[in-house]
């Protein structure tokens, strides 16, 4: 099987709905989320005309900013990006859902573009958010911690296993792995022939092709501590097809960039 490495976004690609494929509608390996699960993710969609279309995730930190991928603002004006909260439903309008303008994107000044290291951007919000059971603030990661263990993705990613995307209306959440960076190096050069991947990454790793997908780039990976949620990754890329076993999932990992996130922010 030819593998691709690919950022995991999904950027002006149509989307395939259960209405035109036969395929279970969830992330690889994933389930449907309950509404208000998960209450910090939200959906950054790019406005079209009266319309908008999602293409990648981001997570709250607080009313005006979100925390998304450096590639997710990397050629788009901020004007075009629309950040929808409180959604479970992507299709329909929901009556917890906010909508809110973007007023800046601030991307990394250490990320060069594509796929590499300091894949993170903080996204300014127009209009403040109103904080509620629907739509609320994840606690990022303490400095320079290392995740282990378990961890929790959620997001509106591709459910296929394929080279063509399959699109959930709905959010979808999977438990995973975390795979230790040496691991994970060596099987993207064993499955790429080089690898990118730096101490600014973490990975996760399933042997039953679980892993996030198009569509999920910018979103939170989170670890549940005493009942908790806490952000200690982001979406950054992975192998195309999606869900091959023993292919690793690539993120940011959080708690390298406290400093920048709270410089930025202040």
Not at 193 to 205: H, K, L, R
Request: proline share 7%.
């Amino acid at each position: 099987m030819a593998v691709a490495i690919q950022p995991q976004i999904d950027f002006q690609m149509p989307p395939i709905t259960s209405d035109s494929t036969p395929f279970e509608i969830r992330v690889v390996g994933g389930k449907p989320a309950t509404k208000g699960q998960y209450p910090f993710i939200v959906s950054l969609q790019q406005a079209r005309g009266r319309q908008s279309q999602h293409f990648c995730a981001a997570s709250i930190l607080n009313e005006l900013w979100v925390l998304s991928a450096a590639h997710c603002g990397d050629g788009i004006s901020a004007s075009r990006i629309i950040v929808k909260a409180g959604k479970n439903d992507l299709k329909i309008k929901e009556a917890t859902e906010q909508t809110v303008k973007v007023l800046k994107v601030y991307i990394h000044e250490a990320y060069k573009g594509g796929i590499g290291p300091n894949d993170i951007a903080l996204l300014k919000l127009a209009t403040p958010l109103k904080i509620n059971k629907y739509v609320h603030a994840i606690t990022l990661a303490q400095p320079n911690s290392i995740p282990t263990g378990n961890v929790w993705l959620c997001g509106w990613g591709s459910t296929s296993t394929t080279t063509i995307p399959i699109m959930p209306d709905k959010l979808q959440h999977v438990m995973l792995n975390i795979m230790d960076l040496k691991s994970c190096n060596q099987s993207v050069i064993k499955m790429t022939g080089s690898s990118p991947i730096d101490e600014t990454n973490i990975c996760t790793g399933s042997p039953d092709r679980k892993s996030s997908c198009s569509g999920d780039s910018g979103g939170p990976l989170f670890k549940i501590i005493d009942g908790k949620p806490i952000l200690v990754g982001i979406v950054s890329w992975g192998m195309i097809p999606c869900g091959i076993r023993g292919a690793p999932s690539i993120y940011t990992r959080v708690s390298k960039f406290n400093n920048w996130i709270a410089h930025k922010i202040a």
